[in-house]
Nanobody
Framework: QVQLVESGGGLVQPGGSLRLSCAASGTFFRIDAAGWYRQAPGKQRELVATMSSGGSGNYADSVKGRFTISRDNAKNTVYLQMDNLKPEDTAVYYC??????????????WGQGTQVTVSS
């Protein structure tokens, strides 16, 4: 079984920064693709950023130039660096990992979510 633990959310003023972490533990071969999603109150969950197994990142237009997705394969951890935060970035953020098992089959796992609030 694979467990994901998210951390790094909190309250920040507009223009501030936060770094979210998503650490995977358990028995598996490696993390394949990874992504971060967010869900604001009353809205649908939306894609924020994705990273392929090769390391290339893609971003929603609303966060391009401000957010950076990265990974540390040795720590089985995926990060989302968020800079120049805006009030509209307020949401619960979820990581989504496509994990390759020892059998070479893959499964998708979600983190528990971490609240990010941008307010003065």
């Amino acid at each position: 079984q694979v467990q994901l633990v998210e951390s790094g959310g909190g309250l920040v003023q507009p223009g501030g920064s936060l770094r979210l972490s998503c650490a995977a533990s358990g028995t598996f071969f490696r993390i394949d693709a990874a992504g971060w999603y967010r869900q604001a109150p009353g809205k649908q969950r939306e894609l924020v950023a994705t990273m392929s197994s090769g390391g290339s990142g893609n971003y929603a237009d609303s966060v391009k130039g401000r957010f950076t997705i990265s990974r540390d394969n040795a720590k089985n951890t995926v990060y989302l660096q968020m800079d120049n935060l805006k009030p509209e970035d307020t949401a619960v953020y979820y990581c989504n990992l496509n994990v390759l098992r020892m059998t070479m089959s893959s499964s998708v796992y979600w983190g528990q979510g971490t609240q990010v609030t941008v307010s003065s």
